[in-house]
């Protein structure tokens, strides 16, 4: 399984960034997606997840209302749209994918519930 994260990069404060994560070696629309972000000494925390059919989603408080979560089935992608950046968003961003094993779904926001993870991309708000 690899999950491949794209589209960091710097922008100044009140800008807009749009990141991806292509996954291959699974199943794609067999897992809910999320993304997450860590800064450097900090825990890495939750920022959105949607379910496998791309129907639900849920965001962290601090990011509600900025950024948007999507995915595209047929092209294995997930995507987290980010508007009104602010420095506070400055951080490593990484996407994973968390396994439908039940017949209910529910959305995921803790790390250990996510089976995969990809390898990060770091985005950089300038005040």
């Known amino acids: 399984v690899q999950l491949q994260a794209s589209g960091g990069g710097s922008v100044q404060a009140g800008g807009s960034l749009r990141l991806s994560c292509a996954a291959s070696g699974l199943i794609f629309p067999s897992y809910g997606m999320g993304w997450f972000r860590q800064v450097p000494g900090k825990e890495r925390e939750f920022v959105a997840t949607?379910?496998?059919?791309?129907?639900?989603?849920t965001y962290a408080d601090s990011v509600k209302g900025r950024f948007a979560i999507s995915r595209d089935n047929a092209k294995n992608t997930v995507y987290l749209q980010m508007n009104s950046l602010k420095p506070e968003d400055t951080a490593v961003y990484y996407c994973?994918?968390?396994?439908?094993?039940?017949?209910?779904?529910?959305?995921?926001?803790?790390?250990?519930?996510?089976?995969?993870w990809g390898q990060g991309t770091l985005v950089t708000v300038s005040s």
């Open positions: 994973a994918a968390d396994r439908k094993d039940s017949v209910i779904y529910y959305l995921k926001t803790r790390e250990y519930e996510y089976d995969y």
């Open positions: 949607i379910d496998f059919r791309g129907a639900r989603t």
